[in-house]
């Protein structure tokens, strides 16, 4: 049985290159301060904003009884790679500070993400926060995110014929014809240091043509060869953003995992 909503609340929760960010409060009506994370939209690290496909995902698994905050971050010149993380890392300090008064537990946070979204829940888990580490996720979900840059940023001439530019040369500031590798490593989760990695879950579908399935294969392989609790849910069927990402029993899995890792 799905839960009621409450309405939805806007905040500003940082500021970030002289401008307010919001995120959108989905909670379920009439429940104590329940596990909450956040839901980092998709396009490219380029396009869209809080309101992109929270329909089907934070309010779908709000009404499975995890509280969801939908986060902006920044996009495009503005956004490009660290910024955009420290935008996620920000969003969940704002939880763990605030959170209660909008009946959300901020003693646990979890991110989850959908392409360039579940790239930047893993990096805000992998990426070092200096003094304060209160702003890296405790469980995280990995929906066809990319997890290698340098492979991505490696594309033959006829792959640059038929596929064209990858989203990560702008994001990362770089050219085809001359990649910057050492930034694509850096801002790569695969080749992050994962000794200390979160919970983490990561689903993908067989038939994306988007992003690669071994993009999400090597990342889980990485993290079980690295002592982490990982999982990996391969969608039989499924392409980049289908609809089987959103279909029940799936939004069902994903709020078991973050119940168990955020309770």
């Known amino acids: 049985m799905l839960l ?34 956040l839901w980092l939209h998709g396009g490219a ?66 991110s989850w993400g959908a392409s360039a979204g579940g790239h930047l829940s893993l990096m805000a888990a992998l990426t070092a926060t200096g003094d304060d580490p209160s702003g890296r996720p405790d469980a995280v979900v990995d929906c066809y995110g990319p997890t290698d840059l340098v492979a991505r940023l490696s594309r033959t001439e006829l792959e640059r014929a038929v596929l064209g530019e990858p989203p990560e040369v702008r994001y990362l500031q770089t050219t085809l014809d001359d990649p910057d590798l050492d930034r694509a490593r850096e801002a790569s989760p695969l080749f992050r240091d994962l000794t200390d990695t979160p919970p983490t879950l990561i689903i993908h579908g067989d038939r994306d043509q988007q ?53």
């Not at 909670?27 to 329940?34: E, I, Q, V």
């Not at 996620?88 to 979890?110: C, D, F, M, P």
């Not at 999400?216 to 990996?232: E, I, K, T």
Request: aromatic share 8%; hydrophobic share 45%.
């Open 211 to 263: 992003m690669a399935l071994d993009q999400s294969q090597r990342m889980h392989q990485a993290l079980v060869a690295a002592g982490r609790d990982a999982q990996l849910i391969i969608l039989g069927g499924a392409g980049h953003d289908g609809p089987e990402h959103a279909s029940p029993w799936v939004l069902d899995a994903i709020a078991g995992f973050l119940r168990q890792h955020l309770s």
């Open 4 to 37: 009621d909503l409450d309405p939805v609340v806007t905040v500003d929760y940082a500021t970030m290159g002289g401008r307010p960010l919001q995120l959108d409060i989905y909670r379920p009506a009439g429940m104590p301060p329940c596990p909450t994370c």
């Open 45 to 110: 690290w380029f396009l869209g904003d809080r309101v992109t496909g929270a329909d089907r995902f934070a309010a779908g698994l709000a009404q499975r009884g995890v509280a969801v905050a939908s986060v902006d971050y920044r996009l495009g010149a503005e956004g490009a790679f660290p910024a955009n993380v420290r935008d996620v890392q920000a969003a969940v300090r704002w939880i763990r500070s605030h959170g209660t008064e909008y009946g959300l537990n901020g003693a646990k946070v979890g």
